[in-house]
T-cell receptor, first 111, second 118 residues
Framework: QKEVEQNSGPLSVPEGAIASLNCTYS??????FFWYRQYSGKSPELIMS????GDKEDGRFTAQLNKASQYVSLLIRDSQPSDSATYLC???????????FGTGTSLTVIP | DVKVTQSSRYLVKRTGEKVFLECVQD?????MFWYRQDPGLGLRLIYF???????EKGDIPEGYSVSREKKERFSLILESASTNQTSMYLC?????????????????FGAGTRLSVL
């Protein structure tokens, strides 16, 4: 069984701080990694994708991938109240088109 | 922009009814997916399809079936709805990956259908 694990939280950070979200996965054959943001009652929207070891930055968001440790993280700099949402980690394994999602981490940014 | 459209945002059905959830995508994607999302359980894959008339079971296919007669449309069918199928249902689509492995194929989600079975 392929597994993707996240701390469910809730994670609370003050406005302007760095929020750090973590995800581990079980299959070393994993190729693609995604972070989705989901506001309450809404569908997930993609915010970051990463395929190679290292860091990938997009605005206030940085995704970090370490395949040796089977670990992917998302850093949100200068956190804003509008970042308050559940963040889903998703992994695409080598074996096919199927994606596996973590259960999500709930983030609250306190003004 | 990719658009994935689910036919209903909210649906209320009775136990034992046959329920159809429809999903249409406009980006000519090969892959389409049906998930359900429940508090504390995250997104769980019910079925996916990688081509017209092709389907694969996901993690929780029991009580569900699917139909994909056209590339742009993927339907989820609850043959006899039960109360434990009350959930948020999410449809997604993605293109196939490139090269010898199917990666970099981002999933795009519809708005979701919140189904209540009474």
């Amino acid at each position: 069984q392929k597994e993707v694990e996240q701390n469910s939280g809730p994670l609370s950070v003050p406005e302007g701080a760095i929020a750090s979200l973590n995800c581990t996965y079980s299959d070393r054959g994993s190729q693609s990694f995604f972070w989705y943001r989901q506001y309450s009652g809404k569908s997930p929207e993609l915010i970051m994708s990463i395929y190679s070891n290292g860091d990938k930055e997009d605005g206030r968001f940085t995704a970090q991938l370490n395949k040796a440790s089977q670990y992917v993280s998302l850093l949100i700099r200068d956190s804003q109240p509008s970042d308050s949402a559940t963040y889903l980690c998703a992994v695409n394994f080598y074996t096919g088109n199927q994606f596996y999602f973590g259960t999500g981490t709930s983030l609250t940014v306190i003004p | 922009d990719v658009k994935v459209t689910q036919s209903s945002r909210y649906l209320v059905k009775r136990t034992g009814e046959k329920v159809f959830l429809e999903c249409v995508q406009d980006m000519d994607h090969e892959n389409m997916f049906w998930y359900r999302q429940d508090p504390g359980l995250g997104l769980r894959l019910i079925y996916f399809s990688y081509d017209v008339k092709m389907k694969e079971k996901g993690d929780i296919p029991e009580g569900y079936s699917v139909s994909r007669e056209k590339k742009e449309r993927f339907s989820l069918i609850l043959e006899s709805a039960s109360t434990n199928q009350t959930s948020m249902y999410l449809c997604a689509s993605s293109p196939p990956g490139t090269g010898g492995w199917r990666a970099k194929n981002i999933q795009y989600f519809g708005a979701g259908t919140r189904l209540s079975v009474l």
